[in-house]
Nanobody, 125 residues
Framework: VQLQASGGGLVQAGGSLRLSCAASERTFNSYTMGWFRQAPGKEREFVAVIRGTGGSTDYADSVKGRFTISRDNAKNTGYLQMNSLKPEDTAVYYC???????????????????WGKGTQVTVSS
C-alpha cells in the first residue's frame, strides 16, 4: 500500500486544517488507517485511528474533541480534520495503514505497517 499525505501548512492557534491521505490500494476499505505525528526532538506519537471494519475510531487524549479522523473508501482517501489547533500540535504528520484490526494501545505500541511521507503542520501562537 502506498500512501501520500497532503494538506499541511502554517496556521494560527485556534485555526483549522484538514489533512488528506491518498492510498494506492483498491482494497483500502479493508485496511485500518491511522495518523501519527513527530515534533522536533520528540518521538513519534499516535494521533488517531479508524478501523477498516466498521469504521470505529480512537484518538490520543491530547487531540480528543478537536481532531476527527474519517475516510472515503470510494476515493481510497483518509482525512484528519484538525480544529482548535494549538502550538503544541506543531509536528510532521504521517498517515499509515495496517491490515490488522487492533486496539488503540496496540497501535500506540507497534505503529502500523505502511507509511506515507509526512506533511508539516505548523501552528503559530
Amino acid at each position: 500500500v502506498q500512501l501520500q499525505a497532503s494538506g499541511g501548512g502554517l496556521v494560527q492557534a485556534g485555526g483549522s486544517l484538514r489533512l488528506s491521505c491518498a492510498a494506492s490500494e483498491r482494497t483500502f476499505n479493508s485496511y485500518t488507517m491511522g495518523w501519527f505525528r513527530q515534533a522536533p526532538g520528540k518521538e513519534r506519537e499516535f494521533v488517531a485511528v479508524i478501523r477498516g471494519t466498521g469504521g470505529s475510531t480512537d484518538y490520543a487524549d491530547s487531540v480528543k474533541g478537536r481532531f476527527t479522523i474519517s475516510r472515503d473508501n470510494a476515493k481510497n482517501t483518509g482525512y484528519l480534520q484538525m480544529n482548535s489547533l494549538k502550538p503544541e500540535d506543531t509536528a510532521v504528520y504521517y498517515c499509515a495503514a495496517d491490515s490488522t484490526i487492533g486496539s488503540r494501545n496496540y497501535y500506540i505500541r507497534n505503529g502500523m505497517t505502511y507509511w506515507g511521507k509526512g506533511t508539516q503542520v505548523t501552528v503559530s501562537s
